[in-house]
């Protein structure tokens, strides 16, 4: 059973309070019961961490690589505008991942335009709100399932 991670970035653990830009989405507990549940009906385990914390996320990202986790889901939130370090990250491990924001981020100031991910991204899921989680666990398990019958 192939492992799965969901890396959640600054200011998500803010989803769905009170004052938050954010607040009129799901909170990040119910996202990621869904995506465990997903996972789990398609044969999946997945792991969630979300930090504030850049170093905490790189970290999680190379343990992944050391417990041979086959795909990553990230929502890298405002790390996806600055953070090279992530992206060596992503690169070194070379899992394959999806990147995910609730949001459309073109649709926002011309700064946020800016992805670090989305070039070695084997997919982009922007703009689809909460359901976008979904989607990727569908897409990560149709990604691992044609890796492996090759």
Same mark, same amino acid.
Do not use: W
């Given at each position: 059973?192939?492992?799965? &991670? &969901?890396? %959640?970035?600054?200011?998500?653990?803010l989803l769905g309070t009170q004052g938050s830009e954010l607040s009129a989405a799901t909170c990040l507990e119910d996202i $990621?019961? +869904?995506?465990?549940?997903?996972?789990? $009906?398609? !044969?999946h385990r997945l792991d969630c961490c979300q930090s504030n914390a850049e170093h905490k996320l790189i970290e999680r990202i190379q343990k992944a690589g050391k417990n041979k986790v086959a795909f990553i889901i990230i +929502?890298?939130?405002?790390?996806?505008?600055t953070s090279v370090a992530l992206r060596d990250a992503l690169l070194v491990v070379d899992i394959?991942?999806? $990147?995910? %924001? &609730?949001? +459309?981020?073109?649709? !926002?100031?011309?700064?946020r335009h800016k992805s670090y991910f989305s070039d070695i991204a084997k997919a982009c899921l922007? !703009?689809?709100g909460a359901f976008g989680y979904e989607l990727a666990i569908h897409a990560a398990d149709r990604y691992i399932s044609k890796a492996e019958e090759h």
């Amino acid at each position: 059973m192939p492992d799965f &991670l &969901l890396l %959640h970035g600054p200011d998500l653990n803010l989803l769905g309070t009170q004052g938050s830009e954010l607040s009129a989405a799901t909170c990040l507990e119910d996202i $990621e019961a +869904n995506c465990i549940d997903t996972a789990e $009906e398609l !044969g999946h385990r997945l792991d969630c961490c979300q930090s504030n914390a850049e170093h905490k996320l790189i970290e999680r990202i190379q343990k992944a690589g050391k417990n041979k986790v086959a795909f990553i889901i990230i +929502n890298p939130g405002a790390f996806t505008h600055t953070s090279v370090a992530l992206r060596d990250a992503l690169l070194v491990v070379d899992i394959p991942f999806i $990147e995910i %924001h &609730l949001s +459309n981020i073109f649709a !926002g100031e011309q700064h946020r335009h800016k992805s670090y991910f989305s070039d070695i991204a084997k997919a982009c899921l922007f !703009g689809f709100g909460a359901f976008g989680y979904e989607l990727a666990i569908h897409a990560a398990d149709r990604y691992i399932s044609k890796a492996e019958e090759h």
